[in-house]
């Protein structure tokens, strides 16, 4: 039996499979854009939005970081046994974390929480902050179930238990809203429990991977001294991605209306999270049986190459669908939001470039250095944040975390080349990013000449063979091939 080649192909391939579910996903999340600027407030978005931060603060905190554990140890392992008590090992310790440790440590933080950035009652403000820990300790576990189907090549059932999420959620949301009128209550209660069936679900895919008798203390130990690096990491990361909104709670007035502008923005490219999303789930099982290989670093290069290529034609596009969309999906006071959209678009287009250069140090057990190069990123967003919001308001909170991410990508991509040289062309891709920033710049305003210089922008592309036609039409006749479409 041959092994699947390890190739760009198969990258694109996984990648839109992955992405298929994120998309579809993306799109069911946003036919709830109308009923949300219809029946909530921008404010009540604003506090929607901060609770969601806040639901990604915990589940990097108290992950611990394990999900790279699985990537590392059950995606390189050839033996089952051994796989079975990788699995155990960090499901048990994932299940006493979030289910024990972190429901104690977020009921105790809801009274001032609450108070400080919610700003409901007292009981609105528990059932709300409880709704969001309970979420929490689903999509915590579910995400390592999830990490199993994918290592494991399971793709339907993956996209089943992930499409499930916001198939319920928006429902169930519905719902909630129209019919029994909930308010922001109804958005955690549907995905509290749209996340809960889904994370049985994606159990019983993965059961038997599980087992009492295979957990190993000496392996969680083992886990958490290789995860500890990460979780700095992640937490930095989710400093720059997420720490503007506390930022402008604490520094401006009406904050939650600025807020639920910034996150209707966000809205708007939204996509682009769901490319880099797909893009990362099919990376990483694809990069780390690929470092096994002779030589691992074509593949590394065509990736950083389409990755930039593709992220960046997508942020200019939806820029220029800013207004329309906009216009069509929400009502008056949510317009204002187009003013926004090109910085967020702009750092979700290299939102995920990070683990392509950080493979390089991973593979050289250099993690450490990749700690420090994110808590930089994350101190410098931090500092910007503090200066620019009082300043320039929702523009500072955006523009700071395009900076930071940048510096980030400069740090990882430098030290990895020097560490583990792939040759990216790291020149070429900084000034890529540079063009594609204006024009997403000049098309929310001005479609036209944004339109032309889209089209310059893809030429371009070809031109410094960041996209190759060739290898694309080979790629789109696999797929036709695969589907049936083309037919003997």
């Not at 979030?98 to 009981?123: E, P, T």
């Not at 006071?333 to 003013?339: E, G, L, T, V, W």
């Amino acid at each position: 039996m041959t092994k699947t080649p390890l190739t760009i192909k198969r990258l694109l391939s996984d990648s839109i499979v992955y992405g298929s579910a994120r998309f579809i996903s993306a799109i069911i999340s946003i036919f709830l854009i109308p009923i949300y600027t219809r029946y909530f407030s921008v404010e009540q978005y604003g506090i929607i939005e901060t609770l969601n931060i806040f639901h990604l603060i915990l589940f990097n905190l108290f992950s611990l970081g394990l999900g790279q554990a699985i990537f590392r140890y059950y995606a390189t392992s050839n033996d089952a046994d051994e796989k079975k008590k990788v699995f155990s090992t960090i499901h048990y310790a994932s299940l006493f974390f979030s289910g024990i440790v972190m429901l104690a440590f977020g009921l105790l933080l809801s009274n001032w929480f609450g108070h400080r950035f919610v700003k409901l009652g007292d009981k609105d403000n528990f059932i709300l902050i409880l709704l969001v820990l309970l979420q929490t300790i689903c999509v915590i576990n579910s995400t390592n179930f999830q990490s199993i189907l994918s290592i494991n090549f399971k793709k339907i059932d993956f996209i089943i238990s992930t499409i499930g999420v916001v198939f319920f959620s928006s429902l169930l949301s519905i719902i909630f809203i129209v019919v029994f009128h909930y308010g922001i209550i109804s958005v955690f209660l549907a995905s509290t429990i749209a996340n809960f069936i889904c994370t049985i679900y994606a159990y019983i895919k993965v059961r038997k991977e599980i087992s009492t008798q295979h957990f190993s203390f000496s392996l969680l130990f083992k886990f958490i001294s290789f995860c500890l690096p990460f979780i700095p990491i992640t937490f930095s990361i989710l400093i720059m991605r997420s720490s503007d909104r506390y930022f402008m709670s604490l520094l401006l007035d009406n904050s939650l209306y600025k807020i639920g502008l910034y996150s209707t923005a966000e809205k708007v490219v939204m996509p682009l999270t769901m490319i880099g999303a797909a893009f990362q789930l099919a990376w990483e099982p694809i990069a780390m049986k690929a470092a096994g290989e002779s030589d691992p670093k074509p593949l590394y290069k065509s990736a950083f190459k389409y990755y930039i290529s593709i992220t960046t034609i997508a942020c200019i596009i939806f820029c220029g669908l800013a207004k329309f969309v906009l216009l069509v999906l929400t009502t008056e006071p949510y317009f204002i939001a187009y003013k926004y959209v090109a910085p967020l678009g702009i750092y979700l287009s290299f939102n995920s470039l990070i683990v392509i250069g950080s493979k390089g140090i991973l593979l050289t057990n250099k993690q450490k250095m990749l700690s420090l190069f994110v808590v930089i990123a994350a101190l410098i967003n931090l500092l910007l944040n503090y200066i620019t919001i009082p300043i320039w308001e929702i523009y500072g909170s955006a523009w700071s975390t395009v900076v930071s991410l940048f510096i980030l990508n400069i740090l990882i991509f430098i030290y990895a080349e020097q560490k583990y040289y792939v040759g990216y062309p790291l020149i070429s891709g900084l000034i890529l990013y540079i063009i594609s920033s204006i024009v997403s710049i000049i098309i929310v305003n001005n479609i036209v000449w944004g339109g032309i210089l889209l089209f310059l922008y893809t030429i371009m592309l070809f031109k410094l063979n960041f996209l190759e036609l060739k290898p694309i039409l080979n790629f789109i006749n696999s797929l036709k091939n695969k589907s049936g479409l083309i037919k003997k």
